[in-house]
């Protein structure tokens, strides 16, 4: 679709509202669900109902699997029974999921009471299984085979019931009992000779996992083997499900903004930033700062313990700033630096001496850069341009030793707390940046302050 003729909020209200239906599913009919989707963001929920009935029941059915909770409700409550039975029985079972998951308790209660029999046993099957494992994000429609098929028999399977599955290139062989015993592509069916037997053709060295490994856990197996789709066994080895490619990279959009969130102090919100209310966003944001502000109480109180020799050398507390924001900004490189690295599966807890190890040769040669910087910019903005005379020899020498010391300090925390939160079982995330800040500014002011102490003459 050209600029010129490209559908747009205002232009299906427009054209609603003459009655130009026929011209409005026209426009329609060459669209990707996606950007169908994303048209009712912007458009009036009077308009929800009346635009989603004009679009061709093909596509229906995926332009609602790819709408925001909030919109999925809205268009449900306007349903007849039979237009939302339509709709259900056009979705996967992994995106009903999904959506019964966010929908409040009596628009399920609808929901399930609209689906067939089966339909209600495989939903409430995948809803017994926890969210962010395999088994909470895998889908029951894929295409099954028997190893003594042969390569005509399971291409004629593939047309008999892929018309109802979400992938049909990649095809399972199981037993009777479903055990897996290997995987076969379409690919390889098609080039065999017709009365080849499947199990000569298939895969039998299978990656698979659990039901309820974790969801990151799947996306991560998924993109290190380049799979479009993974199959979910349970602890005797039979086949319950797959992931596919389409999941896998939500996974990872929603783990890495989860993990965006926690490292900005942030508890996460999965809904869109301009649907979220003001108080919804307070909620998310004030108990962290409230926690940090009260951590940084430690740094105050560390102040008022030198008190006395700030009166002494009042021009130390000049540099106060500097020293805490290098400090923690050191910190804060070594720590993303590491959860990236626990993320991707790049490290591993037996690691760690390998990665302290590391950091430390970083941190010195950053260290002794900043230290060797921030000496001649202590006697040369500070004393000699700002011409101030309490900046001495001895409070150069302070500050810049104190600033390779810090920065040592903080890689090392910087790169220890996420492995140690890790090896206790909590997100590295949350021992990011803020708290792994406030560690750092306050050993950065003890190391200053005793420096200080050990090399300034006034205050021996």
């Not at 990707?32 to 596509?59: C, M, T, V």
């Not at 037996?350 to 430390?360: G, P, R």
Request: glycine share 4%.
């Amino acid at each position: 679709m050209n600029e010129e003729n490209k559908l747009t909020p205002e232009l299906i209200v427009e054209l609603m509202d003459s009655r130009r239906i026929a011209e409005l599913r026209a426009m329609t009919e060459d669209m990707q669900a996606e950007d169908i989707a994303e048209l009712f963001a912007e458009l009036p929920e009077a308009y929800y109902s009346r635009f989603f009935r004009i679009l061709h029941k093909e596509i229906a059915a995926e332009v609602f699997a790819e709408m925001p909770s909030e919109e999925q409700e809205v268009l449900i409550t306007a349903f007849s029974d039979a237009e939302l039975k339509n709709v259900l029985d056009e979705m996967f079972y992994d995106d009903t999921v999904d959506m019964i998951e966010e929908m409040p308790a009596n628009v399920v209660q609808r929901i399930i009471a609209n689906s067939t029999p089966e339909d209600r046993r495989v939903i409430n099957e995948l809803l017994r299984y926890p969210a962010d494992s395999a088994g909470g994000v895998m889908t029951t429609e894929y295409v099954r085979l028997k190893r003594d098929f042969t390569a005509l028999q399971a291409l004629a399977e593939i047309r008999r019931v892929g018309i109802n599955k979400e992938t049909i290139y990649t095809c399972y062989v199981t037993d009777n009992n479903r055990h897996l015993l290997g995987i076969v592509e379409v690919k390889d069916l098609l080039l065999s000779d017709g009365d080849r037997i499947v199990g000569d053709i298939m895969e039998e060295n299978v990656i698979s996992v659990q039901t309820l490994e974790d969801q990151e856990t799947v996306a991560q197996t998924m993109s290190k083997y380049g799979l479009m789709a993974l199959p979910v066994v349970d602890t005797e080895n039979r086949l319950v499900g797959i992931v596919t490619i389409d999941d896998a990279v939500e996974i990872l959009q929603d783990e890495a903004e989860e993990d965006f969130s926690k490292m900005a102090a942030i508890t996460p919100n999965e809904t869109p930033y301009l649907r979220t209310s003001p108080f919804s966003i307070w909620k998310s944001r004030f108990p962290w700062l409230a926690l940090l502000m009260i951590s940084a109480t430690f740094t105050g109180i560390i102040i008022s313990s030198f008190e006395s020799a700030l009166a002494k050398v009042v021009v130390l507390t000049a540099f106060i700033p500097m020293l805490m924001d290098t400090g923690g900004n050191s910190g804060a490189q070594a720590s993303v630096t590491v959860i990236r690295s626990l993320s991707t599966g790049d490290l591993q807890l037996s690691d760690w001496l390998k990665v302290v190890w590391k950091e430390i040769r970083v941190a010195l040669m950053c260290g002794v850069s900043l230290s060797v910087l921030a000496f001649g910019k202590v006697l040369l903005v500070d004393r000699l341009l700002m011409r101030n005379p309490d900046v001495t020899m001895y409070v150069a020498f302070a500050v810049a030793a104190t600033l390779c010391l810090s920065v040592i300090c903080a890689k090392v925390i910087g790169c220890s707390l996420p492995i140690l939160a890790r090896r206790v079982k909590l997100d590295p995330a949350v021992v990011a940046s803020p708290f792994i800040t406030t560690i750092v500014d306050a050993v950065s002011l003890l190391v200053y302050f005793g420096i200080a102490r050990t090399l300034i003459p006034a205050l021996r």
